[in-house]
C-alpha cells in the first residue's frame, strides 16, 4: 500500500508565501514522478508542477517565476514553494506521484494525496 501525505496549506494574505510538503511512503519500488496539481471551485483540476525521475521539473506558465519545485528522491518527498501568491491561487492542492508498487514493479499508477487547501485573501 502507498500513501501521500501533504501538508503546509493555509490561509495567507495576497503576496505571501506558502510551501506545501508531500511525502511518498509504503510499499514503493520506484518513483516515476512526483508533482502538484490544484483544483479551484468551479474549475477542472491542473498541473501546478511536476518533476520526473531523472528529469527536469515543469512549471505551468501561470506560476512560473513565484512557484518553485523541490524533489528529495532518497527522501521520496515533493514540495511546492509559492511565493508572490495571488487570489487566483486559491485552490485545494494535490500531491499527485507515479509509482511502481513493489509486488507489481512492471506497471506505474498514479496516487493522489488527500489535497490541502490555500486561501489567498486579504
Known amino acids: 500500500q502507498v500513501q501521500l501525505v501533504e501538508s503546509g496549506g493555509g490561509l495567507v494574505q495576497p503576496g505571501g508565501s506558502l510551501r506545501l510538503a508531500c511525502a511518498a511512503s509504503?510499499?514503493?519500488?520506484?518513483?516515476?514522478?512526483m508533482g502538484w496539481y490544484r483544483q479551484a471551485p468551479g474549475k477542472q483540476r491542473e498541473l501546478v508542477a511536476v518533476?520526473?525521475?531523472?528529469?527536469?521539473?515543469h512549471v505551468a506558465d501561470s506560476v512560473k517565476g513565484r512557484f518553485t519545485i523541490f524533489r528529495d528522491n532518497a527522501k521520496n518527498t515533493v514540495d511546492l514553494q509559492m511565493n508572490s501568491l495571488e487570489p487566483d491561487d486559491t485552490a485545494v492542492y494535490y500531491c499527485k506521484a507515479v509509482i511502481r508498487v513493489a509486488i507489481f514493479p512492471s506497471q506505474p499508477y498514479d496516487f493522489w494525496g488527500q489535497g490541502t487547501q490555500v486561501t489567498v485573501s486579504s
Open positions: 509504503g510499499s514503493i519500488f520506484s518513483i516515476n514522478a
Open positions: 518533476y520526473p525521475t531523472g528529469g527536469s521539473a
